[in-house]
């Protein structure tokens, strides 16, 4: 049965304005868990799957205090990161499989430079740029709550 034009353009308008009224900060479509440091907590996005890793942070135009993007990849290797249509500034951590950092890299926004791990990474976790260095967070520090996340990775 065909349905007619209407009913679908009615249907595509109600669609397209709910998803404009969803705050530019929000992706319904990544899980949400908590990430601890010391005595900072952090609520982080799980990019786990190769669509949401690609699309990443792209196109978001702020992001709150303490809110982040984990990349969680399916094995660990020397991963790099890049920002093509990303609009905020953003500070990396790569993390070995239990959650320790690597390396921190400060990314500035709609560039195509690599920034890569020093090593091996299983996880990249993304916040706004300078969140490492003004937490004195660097390489050795353990961002707890990882660990249990790396069998989500497709």
């Known amino acids: 049965m065909v349905r ?12 397209l304005a709910a998803a404009l009224a969803l705050p530019a900060t929000a992706d319904v479509t990544m899980p949400m868990t908590e990430l601890t440091v010391g005595m900072y907590r952090i609520e982080a996005e ?8 690609t699309r990443g942070l ?3 135009s702020a992001m709150p205090q303490n ?28 993390l070995d499989d239990e959650g320790r950092i690597l390396n921190v890299e400060d ?10 791990a020093a090593r091996p990474a ?19 520090a353990k961002i707890g709550g990882v660990e249990r996340l790396g069998g989500y990775a497709r």
């Open 107 to 116: 990314m500035q926004p709609q560039t195509e430079d690599n920034h890569c």
């Open 4 to 15: 007619p034009m209407k009913s679908s353009l009615s249907r595509l308008a109600a669609v």
């Open 46 to 53: 799980v990019a786990a799957t190769q669509d949401n890793r």
């Open 122 to 140: 299983r996880f990249a976790l993304e916040m706004n740029h300078g969140w490492f260095r003004q937490k004195g967070l660097g390489a050795g």
């Open 58 to 60: 792209m196109q978001r």
């Open 67 to 94: 809110h982040g993007m984990l990349f969680v990849f399916t094995d660990a290797r020397q991963h790099c990161m890049w920002m093509k249509n990303t609009l905020l500034p953003l500070s990396v951590a790569f």
